[in-house]
């Protein structure tokens, strides 16, 4: 059996599991779904890459053999440093978080582009295809990308970040990794700069077929696929209903959440209750369950920077679901959305949605408070971004003592320093493998915020395809 997968804007052709995988994003401008959720087999009891595959393997079908479809799982998950993968850690009664940031880079981002680095790789080796991985970074992105893809056989990954814009120990995580087919641009401009240069790579058909160009942004469903894992293995373990709070940028881990949710359960299968979004003062989402619109605001820095976004690609994919999965709807609604910068959703549509999520936000000082607090009482120390959804969980706990509550730890504290040791007085130290971080020698170029001179440099290093 192979599952389809459509887009959400229905004017895409359907495809499998491994066609979905390398298009990324929907030829219509859409965001691929499968078209059918399957079932949730029993889990219980399972180590976490045991679950992976029980999870996924329904989901990718016919389109890789399991024993390969094992061997990439334990391959993405044997770089962790916990050999639980994705621990919980108790704080309180009833109250847990799931630290999510074991993999290299320290950032949850890890758990989905370990395993995308790896799929990529067994899918191109599979047609003896190549491809040039290209992206843009504000910070954690970036360089859990370079550690899926440095040392592939079958991509060359170049990413952009804006110079002297990215947090030291961000760019050092990027800037040291050796690899030929790994290449470092740091832009004279800004993120928008880097993005935009993005795009135009992109909206250049010769330069994107002959590099053979591709992206795994956080829209790639191979990508919300392995963040469905921890929600599901997170609540088997704890083999009661739970809420998870969710500190939320682009929407893809809370929309996991909400994917894990949604599938038919067995015997032992993990039931989740509410999905609680966590936005810093860029707040968008929290202003839309708060009120209705969804309206776009400039964004504003802060010191959880991944989650500085104004426009939540994957929501898309919920709006579709709520639009009674019609195509022709959701198109409108983003045509709506990217003209006027705003959508009113009917009030059918907020009270369904306030059924199953509900949202808070914090800003900095309420974040630097959050960090402080669970210092003193639980004697735990968390990145700014878990601080978010720890403050938020805090808030939601007051008046639900008697839900189980899980909050996602997104980052490594000391992949946030300054912002922990304004909160606490003291910076955390970085895990034993990165220690010499500060002692690698980095390697990166700069370029002026011209997408020519980008390409020119792309076209003089990208290996042979
Ligand atoms: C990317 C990121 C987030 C936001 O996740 P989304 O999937 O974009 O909602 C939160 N915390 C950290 C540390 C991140 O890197």
Redesign the pocket.
């Known amino acids: 059996m192979t599952l389809s997968y459509i887009s959400t804007r229905g004017k895409a052709p359907k495809l499998g599991f491994t066609g979905t995988t390398l298009a990324g994003l929907a030829r219509d401008g859409g965001l691929y779904v499968p078209e059918t959720l399957p079932a949730l087999p029993d889990i219980s009891g399972l180590l976490y890459a045991q679950a992976a595959f029980s999870v996924m393997a329904p989901f990718v079908g016919d389109d890789i053999p399991p024993a390969d479809l094992k061997n990439i799982i334990d391959a993405s998950y044997k770089v962790f440093s916990h050999p639980d993968i994705a621990p919980l850690h108790q704080l309180d009664d009833n109250f847990y978080l799931l630290e999510l940031f074991h993999g290299p880079t320290l ?3 890890d758990v989905a582009l370990q395993f995308l680095g790896n799929l990529f790789d067994f899918i191109l080796s599979r047609k003896d295809a190549r491809v040039t991985i290209i992206g843009a970074t504000s ?3 970036g360089s859990a990308a370079i550690e899926a893809f440095k040392g592939k056989k079958n991509a060359d990954i170049f990413i952009l970040h804006p110079r002297g814009r990215v947090s030291e120990v961000q760019r050092r995580q990027m800037t040291t990794v050796d690899a030929t087919n790994v290449f470092n641009i740091a832009v004279e401009g800004s993120f928008d700069d880097c993005q935009n240069i993005v795009k135009a790579l992109f909206n250049d058909e010769t330069f994107r077929d002959d590099m053979a160009l591709s992206a795994v942004n ?1 829209i790639n469903w191979a990508r919300i696929l392995a963040q469905v894992v921890y929600y599901a293995h997170a609540a088997a373990r704890l083999a009661k209903p739970v809420t998870f709070c ?9 929309y996991a959440g909400h994917v894990a949710r949604g599938l038919k359960k067995q015997v032992g299968g993990a039931q989740i209750e509410k999905l609680i979004v966590a936005t810093n003062r860029n707040d968008i989402l929290h202003r839309f369950f708060a009120g209705g619109e969804m309206k776009t605001h400039a964004v504003a820095p802060s010191l ?1 920077p ?2 500085d ?1 104004q426009i ?1 690609s ?1 929501f898309e994919r919920l709006l579709f679901e709520l639009q009674n999965r019609d195509g022709a709807t959701t198109g409108a609604t983003m045509k709506t959305f990217r003209e006027t910068g705003a959508f009113k959703a009917p009030a059918g549509i907020m009270a369904q949605l306030k059924k199953g999520f509900a949202s808070g936000r914090l800003d900095d000082a309420e974040t630097l408070a959050t960090i402080k607090a669970t210092h003193d009482k639980y004697g735990y120390t968390a ?1 700014p ?1 878990t601080a978010v959804g720890l403050g938020v969980a805090e808030n939601w706990r007051a008046k639900n003592p008697e839900t189980a509550l899980v909050a996602l730890a ?2 490594h504290p000391a992949k946030f320093p300054d912002a922990v040791k304004q909160a606490t007085g003291f910076a955390p130290a970085l895990p034993p493998f990165l220690a010499d971080l500060y002692d690698r020698p980095e390697k990166c170029d700069a370029l002026p915020a011209d997408p020519a001179a980008v390409q020119k440099y792309m076209r003089e290093r990208a290996h042979k395809r």
Request: charged share 10%.
């Open positions: 950032a949850f981002k910070g954690d992105t956080s969710v500190p939320t940028g682009n929407f893809g881990n809370i959880s991944s989650m976004i939540s994957n990145d971004h997104t980052a």
